[in-house]
């Protein structure tokens, strides 16, 4: 009998093992099918310079290479049997990965980023942190709400698109990297697990923006100073309840003002305008999709416009969950612009940039870092207070 059990369990142990195989087999596939992605050992990271060994001896990038082939190519690199299991997907940002997207953005208006399974996973997490956070009474989300530097909460109302009247229908969760050592958010992971997880994202989301960025300094500007945009950008996460509002958009067209938004939904209702015309964002499964605002424009003579975009009601009951990474500049640096001319003679690009969230409600960049945020008790509360169905503006 005992020894019965003892060979039940030790199946059911295969069996996981199996299971777990197939699903890191499936992981490793999917990260390899979006070129720009290679292979790496887990434990190699602690070792400088294998990653570009590996590369450039194994032509990891072909997702049609077979695993097995792979792990023959480490193995015979470390000297001994290399398991699957040992084997991770990363990101091999050059300074030229994403080079092949700039002509998209000049021509199309936007581009799809390539995220790893392991990242795309994080989101949807945050995604269901979300939903527990926003279902919680309002006393309980404003404590984690820090306005006067952007961070955490933000109910319906103060955020909009185009004019204060009609507020983006969504709360939001933020995150700037600028706030890391505030004393204020030291307890708050604790409380609110959302919160660790978006600065999670931040980091992971902060190395393919430098990776795009690399790749358009190679493509537009070669030899140009790296720019800075860790402490100028914010991650965010909107949750919508689109049933309970009547008007067709959630959020009216605009563009962001920021460098890029890279940004990705859990449900239908981003529209992109592509030739004049509004269309739904097609975003993959493990993509991001990476929005041109007019700063950026500014930066590229013009050669990359803003990208214009709004959220449509498809009235579900259903809420809706998005992720955004609004990418700016630190404000304590002078940007030249990549490609100069007349779109762009004479603007000084980060004050610009450092205004662009006062269009939409939001205090500057200026403001934000040095603590003087909006303080929801000194605004408007009719604006502030979430509308009942009948009265939300068309
Ligand atoms: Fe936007």
Known sequence: MVGGIALLLASSAVAALAIRHEARERELIDGLRHGGYVLYLRHARRLRGDRE?????????????????????????????????EMCVMSLVTDNSYRSLMPQMEERGFAL???????????DHSFALGHGFFTKPAEDKLRYALPAFVEGYRELGPEYSKVPERPDLTESFSVWNRNRARPELENWSAGCPLHGVLRDIFDQLTGVTRGLFRSMIDYWAPGAPELRFSNGSWLQVNYYEPARHRRELLQDPHEDMHLVTLVRANAP??????DGVFVPAEVGENELLVMPGSILSLMTGWRVKP???????????????????????????????????????????????????SNF?????????????????????????????ESAAQ
């Open 361 to 389: 409600g939001l205090p500057t960049l200026v403001d934000g870092l040095a603590g003087k945020g909006t303080d929801p008790a000194e605004m408007d509360t009719a604006i502030r207070a979430p509308r009942p169905l």
């Open 53 to 85: 060994a590996l590369s450039s001896e194994s032509k990891l990038t072909d997702f049609l290479v077979p695993l097995g082939v792979l792990g023959s190519a480490f193995s015979a690199c470390y000297r001994r049997p290399i398991a699957i299991e």
């Open 269 to 274: 209702g981003l529209e992109i305008e592509v």
């Open 307 to 357: 990208l214009y975009h709004q959220v449509r009601n498809n009235h579900r009951g259903d809420p809706r969950s998005s992720i955004l990474f609004f990418v700016n500049p630190e404000i304590d640096q002078v940007l030249e612009p990549w490609i100069s001319n007349e779109t762009n003679a004479g603007v000084d690009i980060v004050a610009r940039a450092s205004a662009g969230p």
């Open 113 to 123: 980023v390539p995220i790893d399974a392991a990242l795309g996973r994080a989101i």
